[in-house]
């Protein structure tokens, strides 16, 4: 009967750890924390805690262990879970030649990039009333740097990092939910774009300055080349307007008048040589024709 007990409690046991590995992995991808500090894991821990103590006060040994066994898991798979897949800001000071390394994970969520804070507070912001951190940039955020951390012990552990030229983390602005005035935080976010040289590259590569002399004179000679096609463009459209509106040379234009004006001189002529036709038929005649 015993080993029929411990059979059945040693199933549970690995059901359960089974279980909250799973739970932990998901409740890590949903958060995107780099530890198990988020809303759901301390409600996760409350909960716990509670029932630790309610069977403590029963003297019940066998449950007592399957939470602890089941929390033991969710921290395993917590912190097994995607942790490497994370991108990490690296914000460079080119004067004190320091490189800071914010406690905040961006992540790209359909078009849009957030920052989720580490702070169990902002994950309940966003759980409950949906209150996002959305971050504004001036280029996507694509994986620019690999850290790899070697150990003798354990595998090669790679980071995911993104070089920001400029990070203003803590702008904000307040915003009602409900009967709550909430702060909502709108963070800027800047990073070289490509065929630009990235504050790193200038304090680790010596002729990095190369980078962005070559992107300057590229993009110079093509906004002279726009120009250019521009200009010819338009002085084209002009000529052709202008070749519709005078159709001919100015002294063609100028015969065409002097021959309408001939024109219109002689047609004067002919009209005044003409006898009206009232005079035709003697209507108004002498005084002494009149008599005969």
């Not at 089941?70 to 879970?81: D, E, F, I, N, W």
């Not at 004067?95 to 078009?111: C, F, H, L, M, S």
């Not at 024109?263 to 038929?281: L, R, S, T, V, Y």
């Amino acid at each position: 009967m015993i080993l029929e007990i411990d059979a059945a409690s040693l199933a549970i046991t690995a059901t359960l750890f089974i279980l909250f590995i799973l739970v932990g992995a998901a409740v890590e991808r949903s958060a995107h924390f780099f530890w198990p500090l988020d809303f759901f894991s301390l409600m996760i821990y409350t909960a716990g805690i509670a029932f630790i103590i309610i069977l403590e006060i029963f003297q019940n040994t066998i449950p007592f262990l399957l939470i602890l066994v089941s929390l033991v898991a969710y921290l395993v798979g917590y912190v097994a879970s995607e942790r490497r897949k994370h991108v990490n800001l690296f914000k460079v000071n080119i004067a004190t030649r320091e490189i800071d390394v914010p406690y905040v994970i961006p992540y790209k969520k359909g078009e849009k990039w957030f920052l989720q804070r580490q702070s169990a507070k902002e994950h309940a912001k966003r759980v409950l009333f949906g209150i996002t951190t959305e971050l504004a940039t001036n280029w996507d955020l694509k994986d620019q740097w690999t850290i790899n951390f070697q150990d003798p012990i354990f595998p090669t552990i790679r980071i995911k990092a993104i070089v920001t030229e400029i990070y203003n983390p803590d702008k904000f602005e307040f915003i009602r939910k409900g009967p709550f005035k909430m702060k909502k935080y709108t963070p800027e976010l800047y990073v070289s774009p490509e065929g630009m040289a990235t504050s790193l590259e200038l304090i680790t590569i010596f002729d990095a300055h190369q980078k962005d002399i070559r992107t300057n004179l590229d993009l110079t000679a093509e906004l002279f080349r726009e120009k250019h096609t521009s200009e010819t463009r338009n002085n084209r459209d002009t000529a052709s307007l202008l070749m519709r509106i005078f159709k001919s040379s100015p002294m063609s234009q100028l015969n065409e008048v002097i021959t309408e004006k001939k024109a219109d001189e002689e047609k004067k002529k002919q009209e005044g040589k003409q006898i009206p036709e009232h005079m035709k038929h003697g209507w108004f005649r002498r005084g002494g024709d009149a008599g005969q």
